[in-house]
C-alpha cells in the first residue's frame, strides 16, 4: 500500500513536469507569434522596432567598395531577444549590386541597440548599373532589402525590413553653352555660340552623348570643318576618345549647326567608380573639343571648347 502511494506521488510529479514543458512550449511560440507577426494589441506594442537604417562607404579596393550599414533596433520588451541572423541585398534599378549578413546579435531589453552590418558592392557591377542609370532618364531606384532572423530557441521567426529612395543626377548639365565664346583659329575668328548636349544610344558596351555647336563665321567665303577631336575624362580617368568625320562647312555671315556625337567607354565606369567613391563621390568631369577646319588650302586645328564640370553624388542617402 505504501508503495503505491509512493508511485503515484512519483507519477504526479512526472506529470506536473510534462504539463509545465507543454505550458512552457506554448508561451514562446505564443510570444514569438505575438512579438514578430504583429498581434493585436497590446502586442503588437512588444515588436522590435528599427527607429533608423544608416550607410556609409567603408574600405575601397578594385574590386569591391564595402557600405557599412547601421540600423538602431529598439526592444520595448523588458527581457533581451537575440538574433540569430540578418541577411541584406542592395539593388540599384533590380539589379543586386550588394549583399551581406551579420550573426549572433542581442537586442538587450527595453534599450536602443546600434547594430552594425557590412556589405560588399561588386565595382565590376557599376557599369552595368551606370547604363540602367542613364537609359532611365538618369534616375535609380536603390532598394535595401533582407530579413531578420530572430532565435526563439524552439523555433525561429523571419522580420522582414526593406528602405527604398530614389536617386537623381544631371550629368550633362555641365556640357551646354550658352554664352558666346571667340576662337582665334590661325588668321580668323569664329564664334561658339552654343552647345547643347543629349544622352544618345545606351548599350552595354558605350554610351553615346549627342553635341550640336552652333559656330558664327563672320568671313565673307564659306570655311570646310573636317573632323570633330574628342577627349573626355572623369577623375583622370580617360571614358572617351575618338573622332568623328563628319564634313560640315560654316556658312559666310551666318551661324552653321555642327551635329556631333562622343562616346564613352561603358567598361571603365568600374575604374572611374573607385576614384569617386575614395573623392567623397565628387567628380571632376573634362571634356575636350577640337576641331579642324580648312582656309585657303591650310588646314588649321584648334580647340572648339573645354568644359570642366564637378558631379556631387549622395548615393547611400536615405
Known amino acids: ?83 540569430k541572423r540578418i541577411t541584406f541585398d542592395l539593388y540599384m534599378n533590380d539589379l543586386r549590386v550588394a549583399f551581406g549578413s551579420s550573426e549572433d546579435i542581442n537586442l538587450a531589453g527595453g534599450q536602443t541597440t546600434t547594430v552594425t552590418l557590412k556589405s560588399f558592392l561588386d565595382n565590376g557591377k ?6 540602367s542609370h542613364v537609359a532611365q532618364g538618369e534616375v535609380t531606384n536603390v532598394k535595401l532589402s533582407g530579413n531578420i532572423v530572430f532565435d526563439l530557441k524552439m523555433t525561429e521567426f523571419a522580420y522582414p525590413f526593406e528602405q527604398t529612395f530614389t536617386l537623381k543626377t544631371d550629368l550633362l548639365a555641365g556640357l551646354n553653352i550658352d554664352q558666346p565664346q571667340d576662337i582665334e583659329v590661325g588668321p580668323i575668328t569664329l564664334t561658339l555660340k552654343e552647345l547643347t548636349s543629349t544622352w544618345g544610344t545606351v548599350t552595354p558596351e558605350k554610351i553615346e552623348i549627342n553635341h550640336r555647336a552652333v559656330v558664327y563665321n563672320p568671313q565673307l567665303v564659306p570655311i570646310p570643318v573636317t573632323r570633330i ?55 571632376k568631369l573634362l571634356v575636350k573639343i577640337y576641331s579642324t577646319i580648312e582656309v585657303a588650302g591650310a588646314e588649321y586645328n584648334f580647340k572648339l571648347c573645354e568644359i570642366e564640370q564637378n558631379i556631387v553624388t549622395n548615393i547611400l542617402k536615405g
Not at 556625337?261 to 567608380?273: A, G, K, P, Q
Open 229 to 283: 577631336d574628342y577627349k573626355i575624362y572623369m577623375n583622370d580617368v580617360k571614358v572617351c576618345e575618338g573622332t568623328t568625320y563628319n564634313p560640315v562647312v560654316l556658312k559666310a555671315k551666318d551661324d552653321t549647326t555642327i551635329p556631333f556625337t562622343t562616346t564613352l567607354d561603358s567598361t571603365v565606369l568600374d575604374e572611374w567608380w573607385v576614384t569617386h567613391i575614395k573623392n567623397n563621390e565628387k567628380t
Open 1 to 83: 500500500m505504501k508503495v503505491s502511494v509512493v508511485v503515484k506521488r512519483f507519477m504526479s510529479k512526472k506529470a506536473i513536469v510534462a504539463i509545465a514543458i507543454v505550458i512552457l512550449v506554448i508561451v514562446i511560440a505564443g510570444l514569438g507569434y505575438y512579438f514578430y507577426y504583429g498581434a493585436k494589441p497590446p502586442a503588437e506594442a512588444m515588436k522590435p522596432e528599427i527607429k533608423s537604417i544608416t550607410h556609409s562607404w567603408g574600405n575601397i579596393t578594385h574590386d569591391t567598395t564595402e557600405i557599412v550599414t547601421e540600423a538602431k533596433v529598439y526592444n520595448p520588451n523588458p527581457f533581451s531577444i537575440p538574433i
Open 126 to 131: 557599376i557599369p552595368d548599373w551606370f547604363v
